[in-house]
């Protein structure tokens, strides 16, 4: 069984960087697409960014394009997001999840696998 811990969050100030890291165990995380979801308090959990192995397909929100990337390191079995720019509107947890089909996709409900979360706040 797939199991996806989070870590590096923490508290920055706007237009700081801050890397979060999804560090997967039981299962070999190359072999999943990778998702990165963020749920702000009182909003709904929404999509930030995917990334695909075999071909390093990647997808963004339109919020985050330009400042987010996301990527992987097989040898370690993890998956990073890279935030640069930072405002106080990425303040949220931030997820990772693991979808067993090789699709890259925006939706929640496609992922079958979910860490507990890392809180990113970002300070004005």
């Known amino acids: 069984q797939l199991q996806l811990v989070e870590s590096g969050g923490g508290l920055v100030q706007a237009g700081d960087s801050l890397r979060i890291t999804c560090a997967a165990t039981?299962?070999?995380?190359?072999?999943?697409?990778v998702g990165w979801f963020r749920q702000a308090p009182g909003k709904e959990r929404e999509f930030v960014a995917a990334?695909?192995?075999?071909?390093?397909?990647?997808r963004y929100a339109e919020s985050v394009k330009g400042r987010f990337t996301i990527s992987g390191d097989r040898s370690k079995n993890m998956a990073y997001l890279q935030m640069n720019n930072l405002k106080p509107e990425d303040t949220a947890v931030y997820y990772c999840?693991?979808?067993?089909?090789?699709?890259?996709?925006?939706?929640?409900?496609?992922?079958?696998?979910w860490g507990k979360g890392t809180q990113v706040t970002v300070s004005s």
């Open positions: 999840a693991a979808r067993t089909w090789p699709t890259v996709e925006v939706t929640e409900n496609d992922y079958d696998y």
């Open positions: 039981g299962r070999t995380l190359g072999t999943y697409t």
């Open positions: 990334f695909r192995w075999v071909d390093d397909m990647e």
